[in-house]
Each structure stands twice: as structure tokens, then as C-alpha cells.
């Protein structure tokens, strides 16, 4: 019988035609819950370094009805220090943020030195389709209740498009006509 973890990683295998990502595993924080991973695949979509995470799902949070979250992150970068912020809010922050559509975070300083992006926003993954990032099925066979994970899209985003969205909503922002894997782009508004 497979695991949870293995499941998902079987998940990922498929969507992704067997390509070895790397992992990272970045060590807990938090009383009884294991680790998260940055889960990275160089150039998948062409061009494109694209993490996700496992995880956060494994904390609970009130928000979390409907399955709980993991984290794809897609940008137009080398630099893996990109998944490993993601990795990071991840594990600092579950349980506490619901990491749901239109969710700002603020990262508190530049995420990479190289791009002026200081916060993300969440929203779904743009580089999957639906049926492929909701309702993933995790559990056990014949478990009871639920144990799904739905993936969020991370964008990284200026400090003042983060006051925008908190203002104006994530709707507003994203009809902006700005480009979500450029992470070295002037601000959309």
C-alpha cells in the first residue's frame, strides 16, 4: 500500500513524464509535524525552474475544508533560492496562513537578490491544468473522511502590488496585463 507521500510523488511523476526533479528538505519548526520539501524540476515547462512543496498539508488549518494545500511555484529563472522561499513559507507558515486564492504574503525583504520581488500572492498554478491540481486523492484505500491536497500557485510579486491586492482584491491585479514568471519585471500598477 502506498503512503501519502508516495502518492503525491506519484501524482507529480505523471504530470511531469517521469522527470527526476531534485528535493530539498527543509527541517520542521513545528511540535509533531514532520519536515517540508521543495519538491524542483529544472526547465519543466521549458524555460521555467518549477517547485512545489509536501508538507504543509500535513498541519491543519480551520479554512481547510475541501482538501488542504501544497505549494507550485513557476518562474523564469535558474536560481533555485526561488523553491527554497517557497519551502520555507511553507513550513513557517502553515497552520497559521490559509494560503488560499488571493492570500498575500509578505516575504519582509527581497526573495532573491537579483529581483526587486519582496512578497507572493496565491492563486491557482498556471503551469497545470485543473483537474490535475484539485482533489488530489492521498489517503489510504477505503479511508474515511477526506485526505486530499488541492496545489496553490505562488507568485512572487513587488510590495506595492501586494498593497494593491489587499486593497483592490487579486481579481483587479491580475487583469493588470503582467507577466507571472518574470521575477525581474517593473510593477503592474
Not at 496565491?122 to 483537474?131: F, G, H, T
Amino acid at each position: 500500500m502506498a503512503s501519502r507521500v508516495e502518492k503525491y510523488l506519484a501524482h507529480l511523476d505523471r504530470l511531469s513524464g517521469g522527470r527526476e526533479p531534485r528535493f530539498f528538505p527543509v527541517q520542521s519548526t513545528g511540535q509533531g509535524l514532520g519536515g517540508v520539501t521543495e519538491i524542483v524540476y529544472d526547465g519543466l515547462p521549458e524555460g521555467l525552474l518549477t517547485a512545489l512543496t509536501y508538507g504543509l498539508s500535513l498541519a491543519e488549518h480551520p479554512e481547510w475544508q475541501s482538501g488542504s494545500p501544497e505549494l507550485c511555484l513557476s518562474v523564469n529563472s535558474t536560481n533555485v533560492v526561488w523553491a527554497h522561499a517557497a519551502g520555507f513559507l511553507a513550513e513557517q507558515l502553515r497552520g497559521t496562513c490559509p494560503f488560499s486564492y488571493g492570500s498575500t504574503i509578505d516575504f519582509g525583504e527581497r526573495i532573491v537578490p537579483e529581483s526587486q520581488m519582496t512578497a507572493f500572492c496565491v492563486y491557482a498554478p498556471m503551469v497545470l491544468e485543473r483537474e490535475d491540481y484539485l482533489g488530489i486523492d492521498v489517503g489510504p484505500p477505503g479511508h474515511e473522511g477526506h485526505d486530499v491536497i488541492n496545489i496553490q500557485g505562488m507568485y512572487p510579486i513587488h510590495e506595492v502590488e501586494r498593497q494593491f491586492i489587499d486593497e483592490q482584491g487579486l481579481e483587479a491585479f491580475w487583469m493588470s496585463g503582467w507577466e507571472p514568471t518574470d521575477v525581474l519585471r517593473r510593477p503592474a500598477v
